[in-house]
């Protein structure tokens, strides 16, 4: 069954730094780019990042460009999202989500990051 | 990066059809084929149904049904049924790979 695990979901005071993890299994998960998405409280899903087939080389919403960092290791089938510097407004559900043909078609179950003093 | 343009709510009666819009620009919706759309209950891990505009998943039932006219595309579901309800959200690629989301539009089935 293919699959995607996030972890490291938490509660972080402002200032702070959180690392995600998203573990893949029962595909190819170097073959495949990657994508995190959020959602806050009450708001919809937003787009935060992605990355390519390599670690890389990612890019990022405006809202996180600078903060965030995407990176992945392929040889253990984990894509990360390192988070510094998080702000109250990046309390949200985190979702890491598999690419293929301009959709997102397997989603992760989603980890909370609750931003707050 | 602004947000494609959903209508909030959207309802209707078991059996009927809705038809929910996604608005974007010539340089996302209006410039690629790659818009899709997600059935999202809260607590749960959103699901693709529509890709590249008309394509279906395995295992999505042909009662949901996509179009692009311009710079606007569309999703209809026919025949609505109660498992229907929820949060639907468009995407579209926005070159390199990034991708744009609607902000969504709930779905009650009445």
């Known amino acids: 069954e293919e699959q995607l695990v996030e972890s490291g979901g938490d509660l972080v005071q402002p200032g702070g730094a959180l690392r995600l993890s998203c573990t893949g299994s029962?595909?190819?998960?170097?073959?495949?780019?990657m994508h995190w998405v959020r959602q806050g409280p009450g708001k919809g899903l937003v787009w935060v990042s992605r990355?390519?087939?390599?670690?890389?080389?990612?890019t990022y919403a405006d809202s996180v460009k600078g903060r965030f960092t995407t990176s992945r290791d392929n040889a253990k089938n984990t894509l990360y999202l390192q988070m510094d510097n998080l702000r109250v407004e990046d309390t949200a559900i985190y979702y890491c989500a598999r690419y293929w043909s301009g959709a997102l078609d397997l989603w992760g179950q989603g980890a909370t990051v609750t931003v707050s003093s | 990066q602004s947000a494609l343009t959903q209508p909030p709510s959207a309802s209707g009666s078991p059996g009927q059809s809705v038809t929910i819009s996604c608005s974007g620009t010539?340089?996302?919706?209006?410039?690629?084929?790659?818009v899709s759309w997600y059935l999202h209950h809260p607590g749960k891990a959103p699901k693709v149904i529509l890709y590249?505009?008309?394509k279906r998943p395995s295992g999505v039932p042909d009662r949901f049904s996509g179009s692009k006219s311009g710079n606007t595309a569309s999703l209809t579901v026919s025949g609505l049924q109660a498992e229907d309800e929820g949060d639907y959200y468009c995407t579209s690629y926005a070159g390199d790979a990034n991708l744009l989301f609607g902000g969504g539009t709930k779905l009650t089935v009445l």
């Open positions: 029962g595909f190819t998960f170097s073959a495949y780019w």
């Open positions: 590249e505009v008309t």
């Open positions: 990355i390519k087939h390599h670690e890389r080389d990612a």
């Open positions: 010539s340089s996302d919706v209006g410039a690629y084929k790659y």
